[in-house]
């Protein structure tokens, strides 16, 4: 899961361990399975291998970071730029890697939820 240290991520991920599933979540902010920054390809890379190497497999890819918390107003060019590898190229990214290693069982489940303020 992307963006899982605080608000509906921290609520989707304990929802989902209080029925038994493994959480691997990635968040810029401290205290999750990973810390790291969506927007670059290495750390995307790094946490898809720790995520596979310690598990095998992947049930469900769920996309929750925010990428950008301002409007057209005050948002640079750059920012919009970090946005769209957050909220865009992280999870195409994601499911790039994790797509050999989705249980064949089970019907590919991945989840955009594409939360702005």
């Known amino acids: 899961m992307t963006g899982g ?8 991920a304990e929802e989902f361990q209080k029925q038994g599933a493994l959480i691997c979540s990635i968040d810029k902010q401290p205290g999750v399975y990973f810390t790291g ?19 095998g497999h992947v049930d469900y890819l769920i996309n929750n970071a925010l990428p950008l918390m301002k409007g057209i107003d005050n948002c640079s060019y750059e920012e919009f730029n970090y946005a769209l590898k957050v909220g ?13 290693y989705f249980l064949k069982e089970l ?7 594409p939360v702005t303020a």
């Open 5 to 12: 240290a605080q608000g509906i991520g921290k609520t989707i």
């Open 37 to 55: 920054d969506l927007a670059q390809q290495d750390t995307l890379e790094k946490f898809a291998q720790k995520v596979i190497t310690e598990y």
């Open 88 to 100: 865009v190229t992280a999870p195409f990214y994601l499911a790039k890697l994790f797509q050999p």
């Open 107 to 113: 019907p590919l489940s991945i989840f955009h939820l």
